[in-house]
């Protein structure tokens, strides 16, 4: 029979596959621990990439698919420095592409506090409601890096849409 710990890890399971993101957790050791289907399709890595479950290998491959590799790395590492901040930003691939990045730690109580980043497909959008980099130039530092990917930091609030007053007054 299935016990509960089972079942939640299915469910679990399930949920990642369901969400319209990526979704890409590594230890702070730099394993990849977890990782979905739809971020496997966004990044196209090779077999050799997954079975290292290096988190160093991964960028790499990463990110030589992005317009501005030097920088996406530079603005990596600074994450990994400071992993008390919630980060959201604007990656452009070579192919056109532009994602989403999302990241936090994953607060767990006992200290691991594994890292999660999640990217969400932002090609389709209007660029005027985008945030766009303003050079393609590679960034010299992680201070530029953060300038090419637009970084906007939310700490634990969220942004909510007013609505009309009279469909509010309801």
């Known amino acids: 029979p299935e016990t ?3 079942r939640r890890q299915r469910l679990l399971v399930a949920l990642m596959e369901s969400v319209f993101d990526g979704v890409l957790i590594v230890s ?4 990849m621990i977890y990782h979905n289907q739809l971020f496997l399709d966004i990044w196209n890595f090779p077999r050799e990439v997954l079975e290292s479950r290096s988190d ?11 317009t501005d590799p030097d920088g996406f790395l530079a603005r990596v590492a600074a994450v990994y420095q400071n992993t008390g901040d919630r980060v ?3 990656i452009t691939m070579k192919d056109g592409r532009v994602y989403e990045r999302c990241g936090s730690a994953v607060r767990t109580g006992d200290g691991d506090e594994p890292w999660m980043w999640t990217f969400r497909d932002r090609t389709a959008e209007p660029v005027a409601g985008r945030c766009r980099a303003a050079s393609a130039e590679p960034a010299g530092s992680a201070g530029r890096a953060r300038e090419n990917f637009c970084l906007r930091r939310r700490r634990g609030s969220r942004q909510s849409a007013r609505l009309p007053r009279r469909i509010a007054a309801r």
Do not use: S
């Not at 702070?28 to 394993?31: D, E, Q, Y």
């Open 56 to 66: 160093e290998t991964a960028l790499e491959w990463a990110a030589h698919q992005t």
């Open 4 to 6: 509960q710990g089972d």
């Open 88 to 90: 959201r930003e604007e």
């Open 28 to 31: 702070r050791a730099g394993k």
